[in-house]
């Protein structure tokens, strides 16, 4: 069974850092794309960064290039997402997701995910 815990949201004031951390446990292959989400208020769910566990192959959304990283530690099984000079339209609920996925071509923020975590908020102030 897959399940994803995510900790690391809170409140910080624009400009500045925040780091997302996810605990992804329940697969045995490298063949999985893990990425993040996140959905603000009256919004659509946006992609955010995903990467590929295999290759480390990442993609990031334009709205963030730059400023976010997205990482894995392999030996803990967590994938993280580094936030730096943000911004007040970065306020949302950020959601980890993991789904399996054949070849890192697949893995995209368009990609299917069936396994999500329960959210973790962050608010960005002027």
């Known amino acids: 069974q897959v399940q994803l815990a995510e900790s690391g949201g809170g409140s910080v004031q624009a400009g500045g850092s925040l780091r997302l951390s996810c605990a992804v446990s329940?697969?045995?292959?490298?063949?999985?794309?893990m990425g993040w989400f996140r959905q603000a208020p009256g919004k659509q769910r946006e992609g955010v960064a995903v990467?590929?566990?295999?290759?480390?192959?990442?993609v990031y959304a334009d709205s963030i290039k730059g400023r976010f990283t997205i990482s894995q530690d392999n030996a803990k099984n967590t994938v993280s997402l580094q936030m730096n000079s943000l911004k007040p339209e970065d306020t949302a609920m950020y959601y980890c997701?993991?789904?399996?996925?054949?070849?890192?071509?697949?893995?995209?923020?368009?990609?299917?995910?069936?396994?999500w975590g329960q959210g973790t908020q962050v608010t960005v102030s002027s």
């Open positions: 997701a993991a789904n399996w996925a054949p070849a890192q071509i697949y893995c995209s923020l368009g990609y299917s995910f069936k396994n």
């Open positions: 990467i590929y566990k295999g290759s480390g192959r990442t």
């Open positions: 329940g697969y045995r292959t490298s063949s999985v794309c």
